[in-house]
């Protein structure tokens, strides 16, 4: 399927992002984990700029992508989380401005955290799931450089993450195109209107936490409180 991307521009607040009304899906994870690979693998195309030293720009890269007949939406690569200082589990102001993204610019930006595969259950990963939980409300997670496990490796990571994350965790390499199409399917999805969203009192989703209650319940994370109780799905 063809698909065409292009680079929008690099974001530092909130007012840098587009309102345009497209979907916005927003890759999130730490520095190093696969990023911007991974978007160079879905669009096929070397757009994002991948590198081997981490954590220097603080910038959030936005894309604008579309694939076959889908509308086009936005990809935004954020900042590796873990090396803002102070709070927010690491998050940076971007982030926060991206992934709280106000109704009137579009609808909200779905998140998809990255994890490596080889390391499963990261405190700082499990950190940024519980924010995510918090902060957004359509999100996945990926497990990022499979083809670097072997077998045995790879199912017993694969488990270790499902429970992890209480959430099913879809596999993919940049380097070998697993997992692609079905990241593309969990795009799509994520994308997809709710179905409980189309009675016309919900026909506006819920506001997405604003970005004061994001960083609140981002700094009571820090505060090693407990995180709120799972929604039942
Ligand atoms: N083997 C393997 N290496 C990967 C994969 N994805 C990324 N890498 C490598 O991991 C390093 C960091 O990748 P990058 O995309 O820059 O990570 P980012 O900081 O999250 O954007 C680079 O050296 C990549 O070549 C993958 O799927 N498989
Ligand atoms: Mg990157």
Redesign the pocket.
């Known amino acids: 399927m063809k698909v065409e991307a292009s680079f929008l521009r690099s974001a530092a607040s909130a007012g840098d992002l587009p309102r345009d009304g497209l979907a916005a899906i927003a890759?999130v994870?730490?520095?190093?984990?696969?990023?911007?690979?991974?978007?160079?693998?879905l669009v096929r195309q070397r757009l994002?700029?991948?590198?081997?030293a981490?954590?220097k720009t603080r910038l959030a890269n936005v894309y604008r992508v579309a694939r076959g007949q889908s509308p086009a939406m936005y990809v935004i690569?954020l900042p590796?989380f873990g090396y803002a200082r102070g709070g927010n589990a690491g998050f940076d102001e971007i982030a926060q401005a991206v992934l709280g993204r106000e109704e009137q610019d579009g609808p909200a930006t779905a998140a998809i955290l990255?994890v490596d595969s080889r390391h499963p259950g990261l405190a700082r990963d499990t950190e940024a799931w519980r924010w995510l939980q918090t902060a957004v409300e359509r999100r996945a997670v990926v497990a990022?450089?499979?083809?670097?496990l072997t077998r045995g490796e790879r199912i017993r990571a694969m488990g270790q993450l499902e429970s992890v994350f209480e959430h099913p965790v879809l596999p993919?390499?940049?380097?070998?195109g697993e997992g692609l199409d079905e990241l593309w399917k969990l795009i799509d999805n994520l994308n997809r209107p709710r179905p409980n969203s189309s009675s016309p009192s919900r026909l506006r989703r819920p506001p997405p936490p604003s970005r004061a209650a994001a960083a609140a319940a981002a700094t009571a994370l820090e505060k090693k409180t407990r995180p709120p109780r799972r929604r039942k799905r």
């Open positions: 890759l994870g730490r520095s190093n984990v696969g990023k911007s690979s991974l978007i160079n693998a994002a700029r991948t590198s081997g981490p954590g690569d590796g990255l990022t450089k499979i083809d670097k993919v390499s940049a380097v070998t």
